[in-house]
C-alpha cells in the first residue's frame, strides 16, 4: 500500500504495533548534515535510513536521526543508518523517499 502525496508515490511506514505512519520527510528537517536520505522498511519493527551525509555528519547525527525517528515511531522500532555516497532514483528517475516491501493486508 502506498500514499499519494503531491503526485508523489510514497510507502507507509508499519510500526511494531501496526500503526501506519506516511509522510516521513519532516523527521529530516533541521539534520543539515545530512544531504538526501531515503527510508527503507522490509520487515515491521524495523527501518533502514540510508543517508547521505555531508561533511559534518558522524556517529552524534546518526545518534540524533534516531532519536528523532524513536520519537515519532515508537522506542521498539529497530532504526538502521546506513551511510551511502548516493541515492538510487526509480526507474523512472523519480525520488523515492520512503519504500516499503511489507504487505499491509497481512498483519
Given at each position: 500500500?502506498?500514499?499519494?502525496?503531491?503526485?508523489?508515490?510514497?510507502?507507509?511506514?508499519?510500526?511494531?504495533?501496526?500503526?501506519?505512519?506516511?509522510?516521513?520527510?519532516?523527521v529530516f528537517?533541521?539534520?543539515?548534515?545530512?544531504?538526501?536520505?531515503?527510508?527503507?522498511?522490509?520487515?515491521?519493527?524495523?527501518?533502514?535510513?540510508?543517508?547521505?551525509?555531508?561533511?559534518?555528519?558522524?556517529?552524534?547525527?546518526?545518534?540524533?536521526?534516531?532519536?528523532?525517528?524513536?520519537?515519532?515511531?515508537?522506542?521498539?522500532?529497530?532504526?538502521?543508518?546506513?551511510?551511502?555516497?548516493?541515492?538510487e532514483?526509480?526507474?523512472?528517475?523519480?525520488?523515492?523517499?520512503?519504500?516499503?516491501?511489507?504487505?499491509?493486508?497481512?498483519?
Amino acid at each position: 500500500m502506498f500514499l499519494d502525496i503531491d503526485g508523489r508515490i510514497e510507502d507507509y511506514v508499519v510500526t511494531p504495533e501496526g500503526r501506519l505512519v506516511g509522510r516521513m520527510d519532516h523527521v529530516f528537517k533541521g539534520h543539515f548534515d545530512v544531504v538526501e536520505a531515503q527510508i527503507i522498511q522490509t520487515t515491521r519493527g524495523a527501518l533502514t535510513v540510508r543517508v547521505v551525509p555531508s561533511s559534518s555528519f558522524d556517529e552524534g547525527s546518526a545518534a540524533a536521526l534516531r532519536r528523532d525517528f524513536w520519537s515519532l515511531l515508537g522506542s521498539s522500532m529497530e532504526i538502521e543508518i546506513e551511510v551511502v555516497d548516493r541515492i538510487e532514483r526509480e526507474a523512472n528517475g523519480k525520488f523515492r523517499a520512503v519504500k516499503s516491501t511489507l504487505d499491509l493486508e497481512t498483519p
